[in-house]
């Protein structure tokens, strides 16, 4: 099952060409790990499938333009590889290096830092992680207190950061941190480009409670960094924090994934027995399934429409989409818990299939694990009040 595209004929060869170009290139391995949850993809996976991606065309980065070694597509192909590569099984794409940082970097960056990270992020060879958080400064990010000193050539950094996805296997983060002080607290913040692997970084895993441990607290006890590591202007970070949280909520909406656990709900429906018959068979499963199924397509077609107004710069859209793709997601992943009952809680169960890899227990760790996409990248409560300040200041 797929959402009703209406392409015209040459979109619909792209179409075809991308989906068929995908298929044949990932390796099994790499297709079955993935298919048994993102987040359980190792690093080596990760690396190996960017560069595979890249040798493509730069298909790792989808939104790049052809001058800094993407596919250079339009705002409807990109769409388009993003429903096939989804639908595929494919491994996330590295969002934060390729939606928000490569842009940043390309917009407001030096030609050397252009040069030493952008072929990094295409290749695999640079994995990026995001330090914006603090144990104070979530919501209130402007409260952070992770210190950049400046001294000769050189920022020398202190303090801490918290939930950072991916921090252990990242070779590079972009932090903000502050330089200065301000009148106000969003004031005297800059973006360092900070590498990982150098003297007093130090990172630390979270365990979660799916089990995993895909954030990290991050410590910098004096770690020093050369002083052209800033992106764009000293005490610019609060304006690019705000630029590239608009880059990454746009990616948020999810529908081709939530698309990608829909089929799978109806999959587990199908051959999950209550009694005699079939749960899909279930009148109100069955209405369930299509309530949310109706809200999928809705935000299908209020995506489309602000991906065919790109570059208007509407500030409500990325916060409703991220409000609605994330509460339509969790649904359907709820739905597949409940589908899945207490085989759920069981490593082996109704699956693994021959033709289909995931446990039901990878699929319980999925559905917990998805709980975070309403409370990262903007609470959905921070995102209702930025609609209300927008709609109520009439500047929506
Ligand atoms: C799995 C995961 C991965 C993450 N990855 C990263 C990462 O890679 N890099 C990074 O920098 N951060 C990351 N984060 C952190 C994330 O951005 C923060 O958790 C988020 O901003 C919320 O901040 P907080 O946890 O401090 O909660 P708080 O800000 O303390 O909020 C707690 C609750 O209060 C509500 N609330 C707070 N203020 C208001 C208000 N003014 N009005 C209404 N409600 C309010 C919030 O919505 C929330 O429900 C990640 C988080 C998770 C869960």
């Not at 502050?178 to 150098?198: A, H, N």
């Not at 441990?213 to 590591?229: G, H, I, L, Q, T």
């Not at 409940?338 to 759920?344: F, S, Y």
Request: proline letters at 5%; one cysteine or more.
């Amino acid at each position: 099952m797929t959402l009703p595209l209406n392409l015209g004929p040459e979109l619909e060869a792209f179409r075809l060409m991308v989906g068929t170009r995908l298929a044949e290139v990932m390796p099994e391995d790499i297709r079955r790990e993935a298919l048994r949850g993102y987040t359980i993809s190792p690093e080596e996976h990760r690396r190996r499938w960017q560069g595979i991606l890249n040798e493509l065309g730069g298909w790792g980065c989808p939104s790049w333009p052809k001058a800094f070694g993407g596919p250079g597509w339009s705002a409807a192909e990109r769409q388009i590889f993003e429903r096939e590569y989804t639908l595929l099984g494919a491994p996330r794409l590295p969002l934060l290096a390729y939606a928000m940082l490569g842009p940043a970097i390309m917009k407001f960056g030096t030609e050397a830092q252009q040069r030493a990270i952008l072929p990094g992020i295409l290749d695999g060879s640079i994995m990026v992680c995001q330090g914006y958080s603090e144990p104070n400064a979530g919501s209130d990010l402007a409260s952070l207190s992770a210190r950049a000193e400046r001294r000769g050539d050189s920022y020398v950094l202190n303090g801490s950061k918290i939930w950072i996805s991916n921090a252990e296997m990242a070779d590079l983060m972009f932090g903000l941190f502050r330089t200065g002080q301000g009148e106000k607290k969003q004031e005297g913040i800059s973006v360092l480009l900070v590498p990982m692997k150098i003297p007093g970084v130090t990172v630390r895993q979270i365990r979660t409670f799916d089990g995993g441990s895909e954030v990290s607290e991050v410590f910098f006890d004096n770690a020093v960094v050369p002083a052209d590591a800033v992106l764009g202007e000293e005490g610019q970070g609060w304006t690019l924090a705000k630029i590239m949280l608009s880059y990454e909520r746009l990616g948020t909406a999810e529908v081709s994934q939530s698309l990608l656990y829909l089929n799978e709900l109806k999959q587990i429906a199908a051959i999950t027995q209550v009694g005699d018959a079939a749960l899909i068979d279930d009148r109100s499963f069955r209405q369930r399934i299509a309530r949310v199924e109706i809200d999928l397509w809705a935000l299908d077609a209020a995506e489309r429409q602000v991906v065919a107004a790109e570059g208007s710069e509407s500030r409500t859209a990325p916060s409703v989409l991220k409000i609605r793709g994330t509460e339509i997601q969790q649904e359907i992943l709820e739905l597949k818990l409940e589908a899945l009952g207490l085989d759920g809680l069981d490593a082996e169960g109704i699956l693994p299939r021959p033709d289909y890899p995931q446990t039901p227990h990878d699929i319980a760790k999925v559905c917990f694990n998805m709980r975070k996409t309403s409370i990262y990248s903007g609470a959905n409560e921070i995102q209702r009040n930025l609609i209300a300040y927008a709609v109520f200041s009439g500047k929506a």
